[in-house]
C-alpha cells in the first residue's frame, strides 16, 4: 500500500500576535490577534491599505519593533523556536543566517562607506564558516544568481555607483547570503521603475522555488501578489479579515473590505461605469470604532458589526473575519 508523507512542519508559525504601543494618552493596540503559518517553499503576501500593520507584522518577526512598541501577547516561532521570548542580542544571531531581510528603500540596508564585495563578505563570514576565499567565491556566486553582470568587476564598486533595481538585487544576496528558512520582504519593489520591479519579483520568485525558502511579503499592490504570492493574507487596522490562496481570494472574495479592494482594480475589459470605491477611511489607532474596525465603511453593516469585533473563521479553504461569512460557515457546516 502506498503511504503519503506527512505535510512538512511550517517554517513560520504566528499565533495570537498583540503588538501595543504606549503612549501618554493611553495605550494604542497596534496589532490584534495576528495568526498565520508558512510552509516551507511558500510566499504568502500581506496586502492592505497603509497603515493596516503589514511593515508592523514583519517588524515583529524580525524583532525590530521600534520602543516602546512591544510584542504584548502571543506567540512567533521559527520551526520549533519560539522568537518572541528572545533578547535583541540573539535575535541579531537568527537575523541574516535564519531569517533574511529585503526592505523597500536598498540604500537604507547598505552601507555608503563600504564596497558591495565587501558587504557581501562581511555578511558571509559573520554568519558561514566560511575562509576569505571561500566568502569572496560565494559573495561572486551569489552576485550572478541575482542577475548582477560582469559581478567580478562589480565587487569593487560602492552601492551608489549602482542603479536602484541593480541595489535592490544586492540587498537580495546578502538577505540570502547564508540561506535562510524565511525572508521577510517590506515593499521590495515600491521604490523601482515598472519593468524593474518585474525582474525582481521574478527573481524573488525563482530563488524561493530553487533554494526552498520561505517568504513573507508585504506591500499594498494587488497585482504583485497575483504575480508572486502563492497565498494571501487581507490586513484592516491591525487585523487579518481574509487569508486564502491567491486565485481564491482574486476571484471570489469573501470579507466586504477585500471585495472593496477587488472591485477598485481596473480590468482590461470595457468598462460602462465607474470603478467601484470604498468610502471613508482606515481609522486611527486610537479612533477604532467598537465592533468590527471596518464597520462605519462596510455596505452590509448589521447591528451585530458595531456590537462585537468577528473572530477569523474558515470559510471553505480560508479564513474570513466577518459575521457574514461564519453565519454562511454554519448554514452549510
Not at 535564519?98 to 540604500?107: S, T
Not at 554568519?127 to 553582470?149: C, T, W
Not at 486565485?247 to 470595457?270: C, F
Request: charged share 20%; proline share 8%.
Amino acid at each position: 500500500m502506498a503511504t503519503t508523507s506527512p505535510p512538512a512542519s511550517p517554517v513560520l508559525t504566528v499565533q495570537g500576535l498583540r503588538v501595543e504601543i504606549p503612549t501618554r494618552r493611553g495605550l494604542l493596540l497596534a496589532l490584534d490577534d495576528i495568526s498565520f503559518s508558512i510552509a516551507p517553499g511558500e510566499i504568502l503576501g500581506f496586502v492592505g491599505e497603509s497603515g493596516a500593520g503589514k511593515s508592523l507584522t514583519g517588524m515583529a518577526i524580525l524583532g525590530l519593533l521600534d520602543p516602546p512598541g512591544r510584542v504584548a501577547a502571543g506567540e512567533i516561532k521559527l520551526g520549533d523556536r519560539r522568537l518572541d521570548t528572545l533578547s535583541q542580542r540573539e535575535m541579531r544571531k537568527i537575523r541574516g543566517k535564519e531569517i533574511g531581510a529585503v526592505f523597500q528603500d536598498p540604500l537604507m540596508s547598505l552601507n555608503p562607506l563600504l564596497q558591495i564585495g565587501e558587504q557581501l563578505v562581511e555578511t558571509i563570514r559573520t554568519h558561514l564558516p566560511l575562509s576569505q576565499d571561500e566568502a569572496v567565491k560565494r559573495a561572486l556566486d551569489l552576485m550572478r544568481a541575482v542577475g548582477i553582470p560582469a559581478p567580478e568587476a562589480r565587487f569593487t564598486a560602492y552601492p551608489h555607483q549602482f542603479s536602484g533595481g541593480m541595489r535592490q538585487r544586492i540587498v537580495i544576496a546578502l538577505a540570502l547570503c547564508a540561506e535562510p528558512k524565511l525572508v521577510v520582504a517590506d515593499e521590495p519593489t515600491t521604490a523601482l521603475d515598472v519593468s524593474i520591479q518585474a525582474q525582481v519579483l521574478q527573481l524573488l520568485r525563482k530563488l524561493c522555488r530553487e533554494k526552498g525558502t520561505s517568504m513573507l511579503l508585504v506591500t499594498h499592490d494587488m497585482g504583485v501578489i497575483a504575480e508572486t504570492a502563492d497565498r494571501v493574507a487581507v490586513m484592516y487596522a491591525g487585523r487579518i479579515v481574509e487569508i486564502g490562496l491567491v486565485e481564491d481570494v482574486i476571484n471570489a472574495p469573501v470579507h466586504p473590505y477585500t471585495r472593496g479592494l477587488m472591485g477598485a482594480i481596473p480590468s482590461l475589459k470595457p468598462v460602462t461605469g465607474p470603478l467601484a470605491q470604498i468610502d471613508g477611511s482606515m481609522p486611527r489607532l486610537n479612533t477604532r470604532p467598537v465592533g468590527c474596525a471596518f464597520n462605519p465603511r462596510c455596505p452590509n453593516v448589521m447591528d451585530k458589526c458595531r456590537e462585537k469585533s468577528p473572530p477569523v473563521e474558515a470559510y471553505k479553504q480560508r479564513q474570513v473575519a466577518c459575521w457574514l461569512a461564519s453565519e454562511t460557515v454554519e448554514a452549510t457546516a
